[in-house]
């Protein structure tokens, strides 16, 4: 089973910042096969970010991923008010499908 | 669109099937996957099924495993989670999503709650 290490748990910015989220994993992520979602409170997840960097439809152009092999970044160019959420990655090349932890980007 | 459905208070031991309805894309060319979310917790992977052209082909979480059963029925654009033999540790919301590797959409999920 592949591991997923989000970092860092939690991460403190303001509105108009960048934010930087790490997703490292325990083995080597084939095909970058590595997915970001963003979830909000009472809410379901949404898919952000699929194939290490691709972007979903409908997501803004300040949302990118990047890495490949156990290695992987989510950059938030500028935080809009609502992006403070709890984002997670998910590897998906092997079964079975694991998460990690979680990262909650909150306001500063 | 997916709504899912059914969700519980069930005992520990008991039986239940949650339901998840597609609408407004054609279900039958997806493969499903199911997710739970334990209360204040993050997010699991409890299996998916795969369309028809794919054999639909199922696998699941080794903690589900042997206890849970995914099925679908194209004719209705509905997929099932059977769940036996719950456990209090099975207590989530669970979601099910469209695709089998990166998942959208996601349903609003349905909370199953296991205790006595």
């Known amino acids: 089973e592949i591991v997923l290490t989000q970092s860092p748990g939690t991460l403190s910015l303001s509105p108009g910042e960048r934010a930087t989220l790490s997703c490292r994993a325990s083995?080597?992520?084939?095909?970058?096969?590595l997915a970001w979602y963003q979830q909000k409170p009472g809410q379901a997840p949404r898919l952000l970010i699929y194939?290490?960097?691709s972007r979903a439809t409908g997501i803004p152009d300040r949302f990118s991923g990047s890495g490949s092999g156990t290695d992987f970044t989510l950059t938030v160019s500028r935080l809009e008010p609502e992006d403070f959420a709890v984002y997670y990655c998910?590897?998906?090349?092997?079964?079975?499908?694991?998460f990690g932890q979680g990262t909650k980007v909150e306001i500063k | 669109q997916l709504v899912e459905s059914g969700g519980a208070l069930v005992q520990p031991g008991r039986s239940l099937r949650v339901s998840c309805t597609a609408s407004?894309?054609?279900?039958?060319?997806?493969?499903m996957s199911w997710f739970r979310q334990a209360p204040g917790k993050g997010l699991e992977w409890v299996g998916f099924?795969?369309?028809?052209?794919?054999?639909?082909?199922?696998e699941y979480a080794a903690s589900v495993k042997g206890r849970f059963t995914i099925s679908r029925d194209d004719s209705k654009n509905i997929v099932y989670l059977q769940m036996n033999r719950l456990r209090t540790e099975d207590t989530a919301v669970y979601y099910c999503?469209?695709?089998?590797?990166?998942?959208?959409?996601w349903g609003q999920g349905t909370l199953v709650t296991v205790s006595s």
């Open positions: 999503s469209g695709g089998w590797g990166w998942v959208d959409p």
């Open positions: 407004g894309f054609t279900f039958g060319d997806y493969s």
């Open positions: 099924i795969r369309n028809k052209a794919n054999g639909g082909a199922t």
């Open positions: 083995q080597s992520v084939s095909s970058s096969s």
């Open positions: 194939d290490a960097s």
């Open positions: 998910q590897q998906y090349g092997t079964s079975p499908r694991t």
